[in-house]
Structure formats: C-alpha cells, structure tokens
C-alpha cells in the first residue's frame, strides 16, 4: 500500500513537471508572427488525474465520454475571466491548445483510463459501443478578479450516467473545484486553472466508477 501512495505521488510530481515543461515551451514557439495577426497568442493545456483513492472497484463494462455542452462564452479556445458578477471577458494573448468541452472530453477520458479500474472508456468518435454514456455540462471555467486578491479558478461541472441503449438516466452529480491563484501570471493562472480541474477530474472518476454498482439493473 505504502508502495502504492510513493508511486502515485511521484507521477503526480513527474505530471506536473511535464505540465510546466509544455507550458513554457508552448509559450516560447507561440510567440512568433502571423501574416497581418500581430504576435501569436500563447498556448496552454491541462493535465488529466493520475491518482485516485485505493477502494476503488475493478468494473467490468464500458464507457463512452460524450462532449461536455457549454454556453457560447465557454465553447471556444479562448481562456475565460470575469472582473465581476455581471460581466465576462477572456485573456487577450492567450487560448487553450483545444475548444474547453473537448479539451476537458479528453481529460477525463485520460483520467478513467489512468485509474487502471475500467475495461474500456473512450471518446463517441471513436466507434466504442458502450454499457454507459457519461453526459456533461460545463457550467463554470473561468478566472474570478472579484476581489483585489490574486483571481480565483473556478470549474463547476453537471454530470449524468446513462445506461445504454435505453438511455436511462440513473444518476446525476455536479462537481466544483476552486483555488486561488498564487499569482497574477499567466503561468499561475494556468496552474491554478489545472488544480482546480483536477479536483473535478478526480470525483467524476471515482464518482462514475462507483456509482453503477450503487443502483440496481432494470
């Protein structure tokens, strides 16, 4: 078990680290210029959940990750921020390396798969006949400047499992995660936004890996 928990946090480590690395290189190669476009904005990424908690089950069917829906303020590459209650802007020189639902689609792909505790999971493109759907929305993903304080990330995500083919909804979650940023750089900004989703990543896993075996066949 000891094993285990030193293995898990040293890809936990190593992910960050890699995070870092692809940051600061998608950073450097966005910088370059486009005919007629004024410097290129920098490109960011998030990283999936590599660690979960130990009792989780071994489950034995099938998984289809649809993409998340979101408003049109949050379905796009741009990175979100809101100076205040009523009002939504986005970073002028910087965008996700993916519109936010597919990115995140294929986060929480990576973090079932990381789990090591299902059969199969994958994205509705790639063909996977599934025994569950995981249907989402995407409510919140943005930086808070409501304060005079360094912005604060928040994700808020509404998710459904639906058991195929009668697409029967058996159970419905939303998941939040905020942190405040530990600096008001673009970098910080970034990181904040993948510990923030990170927290998200890993209660959809684990909630959607427990929850079938929790209600009974029809």
Known sequence: MMMGRMTAQIATIAGRSALVGLLLLLGGCAGSLLPGSGPAPNLYTLT???????????????LVVEEPLAAGGLDNVKIALRPNQTEFKYFADARWTDRAPRMIQMLIVESFENSGRIVAVGRQSVGLRSDYNLRSDLREFQA???????????VRLNVKMIRQPRQEIIASETFEGSVRSEGRDMQSIV?????????VLRRVVEWGLLTPGKVAPR
């Open 191 to 199: 990181l904040a936004f993948d510990d923030a989703l990170g927290t």
């Open 48 to 62: 999936p959940k590599s660690t979960f908690r130990d009792d989780l089950p071994k489950v034995d069917w099938q």
């Open 144 to 154: 808070e400047y409501f304060d005079d304080d360094n912005p604060v990330i928040r």
